[in-house]
T-cell receptor, first 109, second 115 residues
Framework: GQNIDQPTEMTATEGAIVQINCTYQTSGFNGLFWYQQHAGEAPTFLSYNVLDGLEEKGRFSSFLSRSKGYSYLLLKELQMKDSASYLCAVKDSNYQLIWGAGTKLIIKP | ETGVTQTPRHLVMGMTNKKSLKCEQHLGHNAMYWYKQSAKKPLELMFVYSLEERVENNSVPSRFSPECPNSSHLFLHLHTLQPEDSALYLC??????????????FGSGTRLTVV
């Protein structure tokens, strides 16, 4: 079966750095997405990786290793507004998105 | 405002009621989706429409009935639901079902409670 694993919850301190990991086993691979979802709001697109390596976008970076079935989302200079759930999703060989259960990130002052 | 609008935001209904969820997008996207989001579970794809034709139905119970009258509107008709159907129902759209780097645009969802 297809599976996306990510930690259920993480806690970090304002101003610090946090890395949220995602491992996947899917039938084929056509890209990996990270979304941010604040409580009661829509998931919003953060990043897309289809080739190995690091994609940097401001305070957020996303890394992919296809051979290891692994990705991480790196958040720098954490702010209180970064408290949210972070969803990892992989597009499989049928171009369907397979979702992880999300990682709830709690930022403390 | 994400470009995808869902109404209502909250809905409480009895198990014998009939209600409908509405989704609207004006992004020019050709594909629309219904997802179910339950606490601590992955998003569950329910239905996919491409150019107003249903292309995917992930074995969803018949008490959920989708309707896509045009490429901008999507409905989810609900009847005789069960308490376990209580969840956040998210609508999303994309340029096409095999959308590339931009992924999906989601609405804010309808929080459904079945009593």
């Amino acid at each position: 079966g297809q599976n996306i694993d990510q930690p259920t919850e993480m806690t970090a301190t304002e101003g610090a750095i946090v890395q949220i990991n995602c491992t996947y086993q899917t039938s084929g691979f056509n890209g990996l997405f990270w979304y941010q979802q604040h409580a009661g709001e829509a998931p919003t697109f953060l990043s897309y990786n289809v080739l190995d390596g690091l994609e940097e976008k401001g305070r957020f970076s996303s890394f992919l290793s296809r051979s290891k079935g692994y990705s991480y989302l790196l958040l720098k200079e954490l702010q209180m507004k970064d408290s949210a759930s972070y969803l990892c999703a992989v597009k499989d060989s049928n171009y369907q998105l397979i979702w992880g259960a999300g990682t709830k990130l709690i930022i403390k002052p | 405002e994400t470009g995808v609008t869902q109404t209502p935001r909250h809905l409480v209904m009895g198990m014998t009621n009939k209600k409908s969820l509405k989704c609207e997008q004006h992004l020019g996207h050709n594909a629309m989706y219904w997802y179910k989001q339950s606490a601590k579970k992955p998003l569950e794809l329910m239905f996919v429409y491409s150019l107003e034709e249903r292309v995917e139905n992930n074995s969803v119970p018949s008490r959920f009935s989708p309707e896509c009258p045009n490429s901008s509107h999507l409905f989810l008709h609900l009847h005789t639901l069960q308490p376990e159907d209580s969840a956040l129902y998210l609508c999303a759209s994309s340029q096409d079902p095999g959308s590339g780097a931009n992924g999906y645009t989601f609405g804010s969802g309808t929080r459904l409670t079945v009593v």
